[in-house]
């Protein structure tokens, strides 16, 4: 009589490699389980893959949902390993399926695989070149640059580029009006103020209503400046 098993198993799908490939480590908290309005959440702000977005501000949101997650005994961490598949679709996903099994195994791993892969170093480059040749437009508030300019910074967070540098770049991208306003308040070249601010480890802090005194004449929104101020931890010596 015929054995037909080797047949059989030679018919069968294979399951080696159908691992996931986000390994989630043991939990040990008893009675865990998320609930699924976790992961009907993650699905409100998908992350698809398209090159128009940016995978860093998805990170973000995703870190900013997940932190009011909590239960005892489990790591945050463990959580976003769980949840994160659920943030993705489309291309995004895919990416992460066609993944090695066991391959993530930390936080860390899975958000630098996934800015990798959808972050290249051509949009580096490109970012970098934004932040090195911004100006403010003609027609431009300072409020208005400080914000576009915020944007590209934030939209590429590894730039690596010193506070001094970003600093610098901004006020020399300045209309002359608005680089007076900033001399104004700092009593003296801005750019020269910050640098001893960054050598010193002491420096003698100006309260914002003096700042608002000081730029008053010069026509810069004092709102605009507390803001500006507050952005880079301007701790002026005056």
Known sequence: MTDNHPM??????????????I??????????????S????????QFFGLEKYNPHDHVRWFNKITSTIKYKDVPNSVIKLILFPFSLAGAARRWLEKEPPCS??????????????????????NLRNEISNFQQKFDESFH???????????????????????LDTFYNALNPADQDSLNAAAGG???????????????????WDD???????????VKDLNVFCKDVDLKLKF
């Open 8 to 21: 059989a198993k030679m018919l069968c799908a294979p399951t080696e490699g159908c691992a996931e490939a």
């Open 23 to 36: 390994v989630v480590p043991l939990i040990l908290a008893e009675q865990f389980e998320l609930k699924h």
């Open 38 to 45: 976790f992961s009907n959440m993650m699905t409100s702000e």
């Open 104 to 125: 993530i195994t930390t936080w860390d791993d899975l958000v630098s695989k996934f800015i990798n892969e959808f972050f290249p170093p051509s949009r580096t480059t």
């Open 144 to 166: 208005e640059a400080w914000e576009r300019y915020k944007d590209l910074l934030r939209a590429c967070p590894h730039h690596g580029f010193t506070e001094l540098h970003q």
């Open 189 to 207: 070249n801005l750019l020269e103020k910050s640098s001893a601010r960054l050598g010193c480890a002491e420096t003698k802090v100006a309260t």
């Open 211 to 221: 700042l608002a005194f000081k730029i008053m004449p010069f026509g810069l929104n």
